[in-house]
């Protein structure tokens, strides 16, 4: 079988996210807003995450075009208590407003064993893995989770009609070894992947979706049908009461702490983010933490694969993989979503530069 990148010119990462950051600042960005935003797609490209890589670009780029993302302006605080704050971000770059955010958490984690922070109204905010090394390695265990009120795609178990969306959660631990990245939708997929098969006029592999009278489904169109479809919760038919659940907390998380939720009617383009960050030190200590952790993964690693199987891997191995993989070989993109960059690089009047892969 041939594998899906076989055959694609492979692109520099370094080059690509030049490219991107010119034509995010064409589009109006400050400097550092488009360098925030361009280092989170291409990071989400590295680490394999290639629906919320620079295929998202041109999205970003129509967004700041009819004002659904805000091209200046300040976060506002509206709380600061040391060991927690709130911001509203007044739909400004996700990744900009995000990388903000985090730099905060760490400045403060000295003082507070946890530190936890909502985001109201922020503009998407790219893949959650990105997020989580800088605080894994400076040995913090990280919760984040994110949704968009203003998106309705899923329904609630043993329900048809759609009410929720894929309410993504991530988890970042800190391990002596490489961390553990968990980075999941409480949906059995993304809207984004979902969005990806409609644009190929493909079926999903298995039964991913919920038609409009709340049978399982393969088709993406049933998501625009009459009634709508959705994406099925994480379990499906037999087990969505478990996705159910998790769903239902990221939705108390993301939208209830920050203050912007789906009571509000807020309109598609702005997300709630919960970031939580906790230092072990503050507890039985970091040594011990690490032990276990470490212990742990060790553990699971060492566990026998299943006959014929290969070996266990825990969430974010393969991640990190692609990432030095990538770093060293180049970045494989669908000529499709290079000729989707390249039309806005039209568009907005900027010449790119050379972005292919030296051989050399």
């Known amino acids: ?53 620079l295929s998202m ?11 659904a993302m805000a091209k200046a302006g300040e976060v506002e605080v509206t709380v600061d208590a040391g060991a927690t704050f709130a911001w509203r971000a007044h739909r400004l770059a996700g990744a900009w407003v995000m990388r903000r955010a985090v730099r905060q958490v760490l400045a403060r984690v000295a003082e507070h064993p946890v530190v936890t922070a909502t985001i109201a109204d922020c503009s998407h905010i790219g893949a959650l893995q990105v997020y989580l090394r800088s605080m894994t390695d400076a040995g913090l265990f990280v919760t984040l989770a994110t949704t968009d009120p203003g998106i309705a795609s899923v ?22 070894d490489d961390p553990i990245l968990v980075d999941a939708s409480t949906s059995v997929v993304s809207n984004g992947a979902i969005a990806g098969y409609a644009a190929r006029g493909e079926r999903t592999p298995g039964a991913w979706l919920v038609d409009g009278q709340g049978g399982p489904s393969d088709d993406p169109a049933v998501l625009s049908a009459d009634p709508p479809g959705t994406i099925a919760l994480l379990g499906g038919q037999e087990f969505g009461y478990k996705g159910f659940g998790f769903s239902l907390m990221v939705e108390a998380l ?17 997300q709630g ?3 939580q960050a ?29 006959e014929g199987g290969p070996p266990v891997r825990l969430p974010g191995q393969r991640a990190l993989a692609n990432r030095d993989r990538n770093l060293a070989e180049g970045l494989p993109y669908p000529a499709a979503t290079l000729a989707a960059i390249r039309d806005w690089a039209s568009r907005l009047r900027v010449e790119m530069g050379e972005i292919r892969k030296s051989l050399a």
């Open 1 to 53: 079988m041939t594998a899906p990148d076989e055959g694609v010119p492979l692109q520099d990462p370094v080059a690509l996210a030049r490219e991107a950051r010119r034509l995010l600042e064409a589009a109006g960005l400050s400097a550092e807003m488009a360098e925030d935003v361009a280092a989170v797609l291409l990071e989400a490209d590295l680490l394999g995450h290639r629906t919320h890589g």
């Open 57 to 67: 670009l041109p999205n970003y780029l129509e967004r700041l075009e009819r004002g």
């Open 155 to 176: 329904a609630p178990f043993g329900g048809a009609d759609p009410v929720l969306t894929s309410n993504p959660v991530a988890y970042g631990i800190p391990t002596l």
């Open 254 to 270: 993301s939208l209830g702490m920050s203050g912007h939720g789906r009571s509000t009617g807020a309109p598609r383009g702005g």
């Open 273 to 275: 983010v919960f970031l």
């Open 278 to 306: 906790i230092d072990p030190a503050g507890f039985a200590g970091r040594d011990a933490f690490l032990r276990e952790t470490t212990a742990l993964s060790r553990r699971c690693r060492e566990s026998r694969p299943r």
